[in-house]
Each structure stands twice: as structure tokens, then as C-alpha cells.
């Protein structure tokens, strides 16, 4: 069976390592909010290319934070709009409705899945506040068209980058440093991943950060002084742990997701599929190699006869979500062609050449 995503094999490389600084860890008798999250802290805002970044419980908290924070600082006004694509997870949306503020569902490009600029132009009004680009299935959308069009009309923009890590613009920015904040999650999936739910938001403003950490920690600004109504997400010392150790590869295992992703596209030729766009840049990380078929249901039963696990991402559009009825009478047609033809091969670091062989040629035969 290829796996459709192999964590056991990923994860086991570090486990010696982890073994043994978890016997250290538990010497040091501080289990929260210690050296490791302030290491993995200040490691990941220097990847990133930001002045900071602010450990979370997981990415939904973390776009939450972001947006409460800034509600706070009389940066956004309650019940503003935010303008988000129709096509993301619906982690996205949820965090905008949390924070009090009204999502603005967009239409993506149709050949990058990201959201399209001409559709942001559109959808904005005296009551935006912000543009909140979702960087989907790891690779960028376009920032510098967003950016301008942000600060034309005096706009915040918010990256979700929760499936991007380390993916590089063509000015050499990383995701993390591309807007005014971002948000990610370090869900064990992900291409740096957790062995649980954990997440950041990475800014070069201080006050939007010194804020984040406060709200997220019960709203303290020192011990038992409370200055604002908070919450408790903090990322957790041993996840701060794992992501430190596992950080340092990040790039490679980039590099090695890039590389399976350009041995797909070179073989895989069968008319009936629809590959996705790729620059040959390092602007997409490959979080996930999403193709596009019209009869989804018999491609991946046949991939399954054949011992190949693939998923779907995302199955059901945000807004035909019984969770967010208020917005089913939306007609949204790209996003709902995405969602009912949309499927996820196999993608992993540590996928070998014949696996991927393997799924190329049963692809080409289907």
C-alpha cells in the first residue's frame, strides 16, 4: 500500500534526538511557556525573516488572535468585513466570524486555486477592513497584487499560511513575511508539523505581538496582572521541543516535496487529469499535489484497487457547509467546480521514487 501520507516515517528520523531531549526536558521542572517555545520563537521569526513571532495552540487560534488583537489596538473595527476565498479550508472563515467580524467570501483563480485579485478589487467596500489571502496547498498567492491593493484602499492583510511553510516569494520573502501578520499551524500534517495541535503568528509589528501574547495568555501582561479579557493558547513546550529539532530540515524536506512534485507533473500525461500550476519556484511547498478529474469517485476507487491512498481537499465548499448556512444561497462557481473535482496524491518527504513511479503509472493507465 502507498501511503497517502506516511507520518510514522517522517517523524521516526528524529526519534533518538527527540528521546533524548524530552530525558532533558523533563529535568528543567518548567513545562509551559519555557526555554523551548522562546527558542522555537525566535528560530522561526529569523526563518521567517520577522522581527516575531508568537507561539499559539494551534492555526485557528492563531488567525483569531490576530484579528482579536487588532480589534483591540482600534486597528479594526467590530463587525468590519474581511475578504477571504470561498476555497479554503473552513478553518478561515471560522476565525473571522470568532472574532466578530464578517467574512467576504471571494473566487479563487481557477489554475492556482488562490484567491484572485480582480475578485478582491470587486468585493470591496466602505466596510472592508481586511484581505486575507489563504496561501493554499502551499503555494503563495499573489502578494504583491493583494499588497498594493491593500494599501491603495488602507487595508490590513493577514496571511493564512498554515500550509506554507518556508515557501519563497520571487523577492525572496518567505510566507510569514509577506503582510502585516500570518498565521500558521503546525497540525502534524503539516510540512512542519507537531506531534499535536500547535501554531504561531509571525509580524514585525511589536505592538500587534506584545498584544497576541497577551490575549492568548489569559490577557496577562506580567503574573496574575490581567489587562485585557484573554484566553489560554499557548504553544506547548514539547511541541516547541519537536518543532525545534525538526526545523533545520525543513528546506530540504521543501526541496525533496518539490522535486516529487516535478516528477508527477513530467510523468504523469493521461488526458483525463488536470495537473495543477506550478512556476518551477520555490513560491510552492507542496503542502499537498492536488490534481483535478471529473469522475473523482471512480479515480480514487480505482487508485484504492490498486493499493494507493489518496484524499480529498476539500470535499464540501465552505459555503455549502451546514455550519455556515448563512451563506448557501452564494452562487460560487469555480470554488464549487474546485471542491466536486479536486483529489490529493499521495505527498510526503520521505516518499520514494518507485512509489512515485508507482502512482504515475497507474495514473497513465486509469
Do not use: W
Not at 470591496?124 to 493583494?146: C, F, N, R, W
Not at 484497487?305 to 459555503?319: F, G, K, S
Amino acid at each position: 500500500m502507498i501511503r497517502f501520507f506516511d507520518l510514522h516515517s517522517i517523524n521516526d528520523r528524529y526519534r533518538t534526538e527527540f528521546q533524548n531531549s524530552l530525558d532533558q526536558f523533563f529535568d528543567t521542572g518548567r513545562y509551559v511557556l519555557g526555554s523551548q517555545v522562546e527558542t522555537f520563537e525566535k528560530n522561526f521569526a529569523a526563518y521567517c525573516g520577522t522581527k516575531y513571532c508568537v507561539g499559539t495552540g494551534n492555526g485557528l487560534d492563531a488567525l483569531v488572535l490576530i484579528l482579536k488583537a487588532y480589534i483591540k489596538l482600534g486597528r479594526i473595527e467590530k463587525g468590519s468585513e474581511v475578504i477571504v476565498p470561498a476555497n479554503t479550508y473552513i478553518a478561515s472563515i471560522l476565525a473571522i466570524l470568532q472574532s466578530g467580524l464578517k467574512p467576504v467570501l471571494v473566487e479563487p483563480i481557477s489554475d492556482t486555486f488562490n484567491i484572485d485579485s480582480q475578485e478582491v478589487k470587486k468585493a470591496i467596500t466602505s466596510k472592508t477592513s481586511v484581505i486575507m489571502p489563504v496561501h493554499l496547498y502551499g503555494q503563495l498567492a499573489d502578494m504583491e497584487i493583494v499588497n498594493s491593493i491593500a494599501k491603495t484602499h488602507n487595508l490590513l492583510v493577514i496571511e493564512d499560511a498554515a500550509q506554507a511553510h518556508g515557501a519563497m516569494s520571487h523577492s525572496d520573502l518567505r510566507s510569514g513575511n509577506l503582510a502585516n501578520a500570518a498565521a500558521f499551524s503546525f497540525y502534524p500534517s503539516k510540512n512542519l508539523g507537531a506531534l499535536g495541535d500547535g501554531g504561531c503568528v509571525t509580524t514585525n509589528d511589536a505592538e500587534l505581538a506584545n498584544m497576541i501574547k497577551m490575549l492568548g495568555n489569559y490577557g496577562t501582561s506580567s503574573k496574575y496582572v490581567n489587562e485585557v479579557k484573554g484566553c489560554n493558547s499557548r504553544l506547548d513546550e514539547i511541541q516547541a521541543l519537536f518543532l525545534n529539532i525538526k526545523l533545520r530540515d525543513l528546506d530540504d524536506d521543501n526541496a525533496r516535496r518539490r522535486a516529487i512534485a516535478n516528477t508527477y507533473l513530467k510523468g504523469i500525461t493521461n488526458s483525463k487529469i488536470r495537473l495543477p500550476y506550478y512556476s518551477n519556484t520555490e513560491d510552492h511547498v507542496f503542502h499537498q499535489f492536488v490534481i483535478r478529474v471529473k469522475d473523482r469517485d471512480d479515480l480514487i476507487a480505482y487508485l484504492q484497487r490498486n493499493n494507493v491512498e489518496t484524499l480529498v481537499h476539500y470535499p464540501i465548499a465552505p459555503h455549502h457547509q451546514k455550519a455556515l448556512k448563512e451563506f448557501s444561497h452564494l452562487s460560487l462557481p469555480i470554488t464549487e467546480k474546485m471542491h466536486n473535482t479536486v483529489v490529493s496524491l499521495p505527498m510526503y518527504p520521505t516518499m520514494t521514487n518507485q512509489q512515485t513511479e508507482k502512482v504515475i503509472e497507474l495514473l497513465n493507465a486509469y
